[in-house]
């Protein structure tokens, strides 16, 4: 699960208890973030600002007479070296066609982004920030629409080698094996998820036949309104860590909100824009709601997957609890239903 909006907070030295020692993240200390930032040859002035960042760690490092720099620890084991500079390239490519994202720092006259230091990689990036996008102005989701057609028409020219697709498996089943098998969920409702979340993902596997043949290309594929930081000159996209091949509906739907008129009326901005720059398959308005309900279950399963890491209870208390899995179980019924009725029109 991508990033969420980099958000200044101040950093909290902890005292590391026994179990925190065995999750990955307990030796990133303030004085090992910036000695990685000084190996590349920057100077810090000691600032150092926590980003609002749960799946990696991220910083906003002051720098001596220049502008602060944001360094991204990955998560060890998520991503292999070769799935993350492929990112990288993608972001890079973006940004060379003047395409407004955030690619990360090249250092010391190579190519190099990927750093490691400490036994953490890391990349740096300069340090944009911005406002989230109001999306209840359709002029921004029309500008919005126009840069996710020129990032997705990119996208084609060539595929991910190694980086996973938006799927039914990998989103959906694997998310829901991991729960099941992960006793997360309480045992008095345990059955009651079960059942529900199977016949969630049987109806999306039913929409994806029916749009059987969509393209799958590279796409943010974490397209939410916190990865869409406004300016006064207009929006830019972060964190593409959850960059994949998947349908160009999957970074479109997430924009959409309120009852079917609104969703319509904003689907129909979003897509004039897109169109301006990529051709859209208006098949795969079959798949809206489909991929709704996977990220509701792959998201269930996120943060089951970090509930070893203390910043996961800590942020997010309300997940182990049977309230967060009953209000689950009747949000996976309301997208059951809502699957039954016909697609959102586009004209």
């Known amino acids: 699960m991508a990033e969420l909006p980099w958000i200044l907070a101040e950093v909290k030295v902890v005292t590391i208890t026994d179990d925190e020692d065995k999750h990955t993240y307990y030796k990133l200390t303030p004085d090992t973030v910036l000695d990685a930032v000084e190996a590349l040859g920057l100077i810090p002035n000691g600032r150092l600002l926590a980003l609002n960042s749960y799946e990696n760690r991220v910083y906003q490092v002051g720098v001596e007479d220049q502008r602060p720099v944001v ?78 057609g020129r990032i997705h028409a990119l996208g084609k020219a060539k595929d991910f080698q190694h980086r996973p697709r938006v799927d039914i498996e990998s989103y959906g089943w694997a998310s829901l094996r991991y729960l099941m098998d992960s006793q997360m969920v309480p045992e008095e409702i345990r059955e009651a998820y079960r059942v529900i979340a199977e016949q969630v993902l049987q109806k999306a596997e039913t929409k994806f036949r029916v749009a059987s043949d969509v393209q799958y290309f590279r796409i943010h594929a974490d397209c939410h309104p916190g990865n869409i930081l406004w300016t006064d000159e207009g929006p830019h996209f972060v964190d593409f860590d959850d960059a994949r091949m998947g349908p160009a509906v999957q970074d479109i739907w997430m924009l959409l909100a309120g009852d079917r008129r609104t969703m319509t009326e904003q689907l129909s901005e979003v897509l004039e824009g897109y169109t301006e720059f990529c051709d859209f398959n208006s098949v795969e308005l079959h798949l809206l709601e489909a991929l709704r309900t996977l990220r509701m279950i792959h998201y269930s399963a996120w943060l089951a997957k970090r509930w070893d890491d203390p910043s996961f209870p800590q942020n997010f208390p309300w997940f182990n609890s049977q309230r967060y899995w009953e209000e689950q179980i009747l949000a996976l019924k309301e997208q059951l239903a809502i699957m039954d009725e016909e697609p959102l029109v586009w004209h």
Do not use: S
């Open 71 to 148: 360094a991204k620890f990955y998560r060890p084991g998520r991503w292999t070296n070769d799935a993350i500079i492929e990112e990288h390239r993608f972001t890079q490519a973006l940004a060379e066609a003047e395409i407004p994202v955030i690619p990360p720092l090249t250092f010391n006259n190579t190519e190099t982004t990927l750093h490691e230091h400490g036994g953490f990689r890391y990349a740096v990036y300069p340090n944009c920030g911005g406002r989230w996008p109001e999306l209840d102005n359709l002029d921004n989701l029309l500008w919005i629409g126009r840069f996710i």
